[in-house]
Nanobody, 123 residues
C-alpha cells in the first residue's frame, strides 16, 4: 500500500503561482511513477501531468504545458506541481496518484490516490 497526501492548495489570483506537494508513505516511493490529475465541478477527472519513477521524464497535458512543472524528490518521498500563470480554468480539486512501471495519462491505470486538494483561481 502507498498512502498519498496532497497539500499546498488554496486561493490565488489569475496570473499567480502555487506549488502543490504530494507526500507518500508506505511502500518505496521511488518504485512508482507519479501523476497529477484534476477535477472541476461537473467535469471528469483530467490528466495534468506525470513523472517517471526516477524523475528523468515528464509528460504534460497540452492545457498546462509551459505553465506547470512536475518534479520529485525521492529522498523526501515527495512530488511537486509548480503552477505558474494560472487562469480560472485551472480551478479544480487536484489529485496525485501512483502506479508501478511507466507513467500514464489514464486515471484507471493508477493504483493509489490522494484525497485531493482544492485550488481556486480568481479572475
Amino acid at each position: 500500500q502507498v498512502q498519498l497526501v496532497e497539500s499546498g492548495g488554496g486561493l490565488v489570483q489569475a496570473g499567480g503561482s502555487l506549488r502543490l506537494s504530494c507526500t507518500a508513505s508506505g511502500r518505496t516511493f521511488s518504485n512508482y511513477a507519479m501523476g497529477w490529475f484534476r477535477q472541476a465541478p461537473g467535469k471528469e477527472r483530467e490528466f495534468v501531468g506525470a513523472i517517471s519513477w526516477r524523475g528523468g521524464s515528464t509528460y504534460y497535458a497540452d492545457s498546462v504545458k509551459g505553465r506547470f512543472t512536475i518534479s520529485r524528490d525521492n529522498a523526501k518521498n515527495t512530488m511537486y506541481l509548480q503552477m505558474n500563470s494560472m487562469t480560472p480554468e485551472d480551478t479544480a480539486v487536484y489529485y496525485c496518484a501512483a502506479k508501478r512501471l511507466v507513467y500514464s495519462r489514464y486515471p484507471d491505470e493508477y493504483d493509489y490516490w490522494g484525497q485531493g486538494t482544492q485550488v481556486t483561481v480568481s479572475s
